[in-house]
């Protein structure tokens, strides 16, 4: 029987069956896929007519977007509609296909081929796009270790998979850390302050537990607004002793990060070394717009600089608070619960009320007038097989009607759907000899659902994460990129890929946008000016003390990779360096933060954390011009999809955005947007 007929992984119409996969089907469908790209990487190898894009890039290309579409259904249906089932198929298969892609980045042979190609007239004759993705391959091979002699190759490996390991570790420290910890409060008057959702959360928290009381977690939902609203110091303080020395030597024993965190960095920086890279900045680097580890210290300890004088006055704004209320110091447990009743004298508003202007209809026709309008491009709803009753789905159309791709829309936050929001690849686009297919993107997000089929609707946040995600979803839309590993935000460095996204989210803050994308549930009128104007003054709030935030953790994140020393090994004593030098408040000395930074040890962000604000001084850059001319200017939107968001990976982010803007970045529409100039 021919296995492709009956599993719906394998079938490739133009877009997946969602409704038709089961867990049953994901093993056999990566396995036949994994064999036969094995069966074909071979060919490949031991052809010796001369390299050509056909039948050399091609068919390796063909064999990757084979696999990627596949995978990316699973790995989607594992995020949003997750099982046990689901979850054991998934991870059986990740191991199968990290295993698969350290395979080729180490194949000697194929890398020889891209080598020789890079040398013939065969590369000169291609396209910018097609040269990207033979020098991208180049790349990929040398930061996989092709280079290394066969037993130094072994253990690059094993180092990759023990860094694997131990990163899951950290994360499942922080976790269980994070669940084990409870606080048992009997005593009523220490819940003054809170919000009555909140004294009911820990209520129930308690009842779960058959205890008396309240029992406070460190949860988000729970931690957060204690340290916001708790008038009782003593209970702020201890939430904020157990939330600050979570997964440290001063808990559990068991679940103690310290080492971990060690170990991760001895082995980074060996894999650096292996490779001749003085640190593992510098390897890092290799892959990111930043050319240099002292360009982002430097871009970062400017952005400090330009930070601190407003960081004082909000620390001095806190003092003030604080004082009204007898105390003549604030400590890190009272950071948030002043600034929380500074917010409230000073702007005086609450999400519920901003929330009944923005329901999802107009909010969405709002966002998409925008973008067809700049971008001259037509969005409709389709029909589709989705994985869930409430998912949406649409199509892109240029002016001539042509289609140029489609998006599934997630909104809603349910049981087993990962939280957070992001965009993710379905299909990319890709122009092979007898085959060619349009993008297709996921973008999901967690807004509170509709209750009783009434309509749904948003807090200005998620009008903004919406639009956020949005930005993603075009730059893998309208990309105009055939050259597969390169179209849309592949190959787009790591700092930059978050410019189309920032981008999107100024429109949230401009009256003309706002005024036309609001209309209140009951009285069907926009939203006054009056209380658009009281949301912009909030939007800076804090933003001194928060950006110096931001960039304390980008310099922890960039000066540890590039200066980690195993024989010192002062992880703590960095950090603390670096607080002494640009902070405006000074944790208490317990503070153990490094032990639940996830983003740089068990995410991806190791020497890359600077990303977040590097990739916003592109946005707010690349907006200023769209201020300049009038926020909704089809001519500068012409410009900004022409040589930015249609370019995708097929050339550095720096050319795309001088093509755009005409010159280098500056940092200073950064410093307005954020209030810092
Ligand atoms: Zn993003």
Redesign the pocket.
């Known amino acids: 029987m021919n296995k492709k007929i009956n599993n719906p992984l394998l079938i490739r119409d133009e877009l997946p069956l969602f409704s038709q996969i089961e867990p049953i089907h994901i093993s056999p469908a990566i396995d036949l896929i994994l064999e036969e790209n094995r069966k074909k990487i071979l060919q490949i190898e031991n052809f010796s007519e001369e390299l050509l894009w056909e039948n050399f890039i091609e068919p390796l290309q063909q064999c990757d977007e084979k696999l990627s579409r596949a995978w990316s259904q699973v790995n989607h249906l594992n995020a949003v509609v997750n099982s046990h089932n689901l979850r054991d198929e998934y991870n059986k298969n990740f191991l199968k296909i990290t295993n698969y892609y350290s395979e080729i980045s180490q194949n000697e042979i194929i890398y020889k081929k891209f080598k020789d190609l890079k040398q013939s007239s065969v590369y000169k004759s291609f396209n910018d796009a097609k040269k990207k993705v033979v020098d991208d391959e180049l790349l990929g091979f040398e930061l996989g270790g092709v280079d290394l002699n066969t037993s130094d190759k072994e253990e690059f490996k094993k180092i990759k998979e023990e860094l694997s390991s131990l990163t899951s570790k950290f994360e499942e420290n922080l976790l269980d850390a994070t669940n084990n910890f409870h606080l048992h409060i009997t005593d009523p008057i220490k819940l003054n302050g809170l919000p009555q959702d909140i004294i009911a959360m820990v209520k129930n928290n308690a009842q779960q537990k058959k205890l008396d009381g309240w029992l406070f977690t460190l949860d988000f939902p729970c931690y957060i607004p204690t340290l916001q609203y708790a008038d009782d110091r003593e209970l702020r303080k201890e939430m904020y002793h157990a939330y600050a020395t979570k997964a440290s030597e001063i808990g559990d024993p068991l679940l103690d990060n310290s080492q971990n965190i060690n170990n991760i960095l001895i082995l980074k920086t060996k894999l650096a070394k292996m490779l001749n890279y003085s640190d593992y900045a510098s390897m890092s680097l290799k892959t990111k717009m930043a050319k240099a580890s002292d360009d982002v210290t430097k871009f970062l300890y400017d952005l400090a600089l330009k930070a601190k004088p407003f960081a004082k006055i909000d620390m001095l704004d806190l003092l003030k608070e604080a004082s009204k209320a007898g105390l003549n110091n604030i400590e890190a447990w009272d950071v948030s619960y002043f600034s929380e009743k500074i917010k409230q004298q000073k702007f005086n508003f609450s999400d519920q009320e901003i929330r009944n202007y923005f329901p999802k209809e107009k909010v969405l026709m709002g966002l998409f007038n925008i973008v067809e309008k700049i971008y001259s491009i037509y969005i409709t709803p389709k029909k589709a097989d989705v994985w869930d009753s409430l998912v949406d789905f649409y199509e892109i159309r240029d002016e001539k009607n042509n289609l140029l791709g489609q998006f599934y829309l997630d909104l809603y936050a349910r049981k087993n759907k990962r939280g957070g929001a992001w965009m993710d690849e379905a299909i990319s686009k890709y122009k092979f000899a007898k085959e060619s297919s349009l993008p297709v993107a996921y973008l999901t997000c967690n807004f509170t659902p509709p209750i009783n089929n009434t309509s749904s609707t948003f807090t200005h946040d998620e009008v903004i994460t919406l639009f ?2 949005f930005g ?1 979803g075009l730059h893998h839309l309208l990309t105009e990129i055939d050259e597969y590993s390169v179209s849309g935000i592949k190959g787009v460095e790591w700092d930059a890929v ?1 410019l189309p ?2 981008f999107m989210e100024n429109f949230c803050w401009e009256w003309s946008v706002i005024h036309n994308m609001t209309e209140h549930v009951t009285t069907k009128q926009a939203m006054p000016k009056l209380l658009f104007d009281k949301l912009y003054l909030s939007k800076n709030f804090q933003s001194g003390m928060q950006t110096l935030r931001q960039v304390e953790f980008a310099l922890f994140d960039m000066i540890l990779h590039s200066t980690y020393d195993s024989s010192s090994n002062d992880v703590l004593g960095t950090l603390d360096e670096i607080r002494n030098k640009i902070s405006v408040i000074k944790p208490p000395a317990w503070n153990r933060f490094p032990h639940s930074f996830s983003h740089i040890f068990a995410g991806g962000y190791a020497a890359g954390y600077y990303s977040y604000k590097w990739a916003e001084v592109l946005s707010a850059d690349a907006y200023s011009l769209f201020e300049e001319n009038g926020v909704i200017s089809p001519l500068i939107g012409k410009t900004f999809r022409q040589e930015i968001l249609a370019r995708g990976g097929s050339r550095p982010a720096l050319d795309s955005f001088i093509a755009f803007r005409g010159r280098e970045p500056t940092i200073d529409s950064l410093l307005k947007n954020s209030g810092l100039s």
Request: hydrophobic share 0%; proline share 0%; aromatic share 0%.
């Open positions: 956020h995600e993603h978050e996204s920032q």
